[in-house]
Structures are given as structure tokens and as C-alpha cells.
């Protein structure tokens, strides 16, 4: 899942109106969704510490935030916690969950937190200069500065978040109708198009075709649709002719299909100059190039296509927006981190005790797991074919019969052995 992706948002919740009557779910329905919440979970907090504070990290590269509204409520200085302090300093306050942002330090506990100091790190100077803050800090997204989710937009619409400003905005106002969640990666919103202005050179060869829609071109019921022009299509033509195949071949570390995002694999260094003779930027600038006063959209592989000559770097040094060579910078390495973390540090507590245990015991144990799931599985179907709700009682009465059954079957045994 990348910040693009359809579900994603910076905040949760959301209502529905009328009296209907609840949906019956099955039980397996129910694992299943719970199973996908789990999954998004160590997606999003999987990267991020929920024992230890960042602060001692300095601006981490990438973490999970939130905002404390109880703390630091409109009219306040904005500030933004770390997953452990949301626990630990804030577990009865107000949060806005922030997703996640790039090179932050944690706030908790600073000169913008008054009447508390964190518990976690006591000691922490009063700012964070470097911290970059915007109306999400408050609970306010998009070009309308709405909350997410909003009680009066009754528009459906997902929220996307740009990868430049890291603000959230409704589909509708990025200026172009955006594709499919799963066609694209990453976004850039309109404002931060008209700053980073050099991508639109990038946008005409690599960006995802999106349909814009300009209110003049909309009232009179015309749709123009970004399409590669003939230049660029016989550029792609020559490209894949034998005679470039040994240059292709030269470059295997330019990765054609999605590159590797793993934070555990080596990244490509940062800000580091292309021994490619000549400007990627430069030869792209020199075509046609289009521009427009909307969003652009793009898939997984584009940043590895950007220009690293000494000039560009600069470019980007001076428009602090360096993190753009970083494949590493984006969401969705920072969440197949947590989801690789997750999974390698969970561990099967069943199998645990099972490698403890002699074969003996192993075989008894396994016996005694095997008439327990048959039991409650046989015990909680009734449940379900009578459509009534299982209580809190039924599983006490359910565990309190379960073990005396198992004593008088342990008795029997002793009986007949003596």
C-alpha cells in the first residue's frame, strides 16, 4: 500500500445515518477483517518504536505521528508526538493521527507542551527547528482545511497525500481526476507542481496518464486526457531497439520493473552524483513539455529516473526537496519495513512452549489444543445457528465445563492404570 492507495487516511472513523438493521457477519468474515486491520497496523506502526521515544534519533526518516489536541488544541503551537509517547505521555488525550512524516523530531514534552513533560525522555530541548509543521497538525486537510472525516462532506471521496508537502487532499480538488488506486504510487499536489517545476519534464515521459479537468473545459462537458505525445512515443520506440540493449544491460541498478523497497536491503545513496555524462533534465526539457495547474501521479519506479548530476542536485538542495532521489524515502518502503519487522518478531507462543517440551509432553499437548478447538468450535456453533450473541458468562461456562470434563477424564485414567 503505497499513500495513494484507496483506505489510506490521516485519520479514521466515519458514521452512517438511518435505522437499518445490522449486517449479519460470519465468524470467518469477522477473522478475516480483523486479519486485514492487523495488517495494516504493522504497515503503518510496524516501522515506528511504541516503547522507546525518537527523540533520541534526532529527525527520523520516517515515522508514525500524531497530534495532541487536549495539548496542543487550535490557537496553540503546533506539535507532533512519536508512536510511544502516543501511548504513554498522551494514552488519555485527544490524538490526530498524522500517518506518517519525513525527517521529524518528537515534540512531547517541549516548550509547546506546557503542563507536561514526557515520561519517556524528560530531558529535551525546548524546539525542534527542523520539524516542518502544517494544518494536519490541527485536524485540517486538503486545499478546504476540512477535518477527516468530515460529518458535513456527504461527497464519497478517498483522501490522497502528496509526497512532497505530505498534506491530505480529496480526490475531487487535486485539479485532475485520478486514476485508479492501484495504477499509481505516488502523488504530487498542484501547489507543490508549481514549486518542484522541473518534474513536469519528468511527468510528460514517466508520470501516469491522469484526466484533467479545467471548470471551463467541465461547463462545456469537454475532457482532455493527458496522453504520451508522437515525440515521446518514438522516444520509447528507439529506446527498445537491439543497438540500446547493451546499454540497458550496463545499467542493471537502474531498475526497470518496481525497485526493491526494503529499508532491510541497501538503498541508493542520497544526493549522490550520476556518473552519467550529461542531464537526464536538460535532454527532457529540451521536447515538448506540458504543463498544467493540476496534481500529477506516479508509479513505483519514477524516482530512480530523476536527473543526479551535479546541477540537479543542487536544484534540489536549493527547493529542499532532496528526499525525491530517495527510493527509501517512500511510504510504501517505510511500510514494507514495518510489515518485514513484524512479521520476523512475531512469534507462534504455541511453538514456543512445543520446542520446550520433551516428545511426551509435545504429543499431550497437541491432544489436549486438538479437543479444545473441536469443543469451543462445536460450542460456539450453536451460537450461530440460534442467531444469538455470545456472552462474556457462555465463555466462562464454556472453559469451567471444558476443565471439569478434562478432570474426570484424567481421573478414569488414573483409575484404570492403578
Known sequence: MAAAAEGAGPGGGGGGAGAAEEPVVSLAE?????????????????????????????????????????????????????????????????????????????????????????????????????????????????????????????????????????????????????????????????????????????????????????????????????????????????????????????????????????????????GVKSEESGCKLKELQSKQVLKKDTATFWPSNWRSKLCTCEDCLKMYSELEVQFLTDECDTVLAYENKGTSDQETDRRDPLMDTLNSMNRVQQVELICEYNDLKTELTDYLRRFADEGTVVKREDIQHFFEEFQSRKRRRTNRMQYYCS
Open 30 to 270: 469477522v477473522l478475516a477483517e480483523n486479519e486485514e486491520l492487523e495488517k495494516e497496523a504493522r504497515a503503518v506502526l510496524g516501522g515506528s518504536d511504541h516503547e522507546r521515544c525518537s527523540y533520541s534519533q534526532g529527525a527520523v526518516k520516517r515515522q508514525a505521528l500524531y497530534a495532541c489536541s487536549t495539548c496542543t488544541p487550535p490557537g496553540a503551537e503546533p506539535a507532533g508526538i512519536c508512536l510511544a509517547c502516543s501511548y504513554e505521555c498522551h494514552g488519555s488525550h485527544r490524538l490526530l493521527e498524522l500517518y506518517t512524516k519525513r525527517n521529524f523530531r518528537c515534540d512531547c514534552g517541549n516548550s509547546k507542551f506546557k503542563n507536561l513533560q514526557c515520561k519517556l525522555l524528560p530531558e529535551k530541548g525546548k524546539v525542534n527547528s527542523g520539524n516542518k509543521y502544517n494544518d494536519n497538525f490541527y485536524g485540517l486537510y486538503c486545499t478546504c482545511k476540512r477535518p477527516y472525516p468530515d460529518p458535513e462532506d456527504e461527497i464519497p471521496d478517498e483522501m490522497i497525500q502528496c509526497i512532497v508537502c505530505e498534506d491530505w487532499f480529496h480526490g475531487r480538488h487535486l485539479g485532475a481526476v485520478p486514476p485508479d488506486s492501484g495504477d499509481f504510487h505516488e502523488m504530487v499536489c498542484q501547489a507543490c507542481m508549481k514549486h518542484c517545476h522541473f518534474l513536469w519534464a519528468y511527468a510528460s515521459q514517466f508520470a501516469v496518464p491522469a484526466l484533467t479537468k479545467a471548470n471551463s473545459l467541465e461547463d462545456e462537458g469537454i475532457v482532455l486526457n493527458v496522453e504520451e505525445t508522437e515525440e515521446q512515443k518514438k522516444e520509447i520506440k528507439k529506446e527498445s531497439r537491439p543497438e540500446h540493449q547493451e546499454i540497458k544491460e550496463e545499467k542493471q541498478t537502474e531498475q526497470i520493473n518496481e525497485p526493491s523497497t526494503s529499508f532491510g536491503s541497501a538503498c541508493p545513496e542520497v
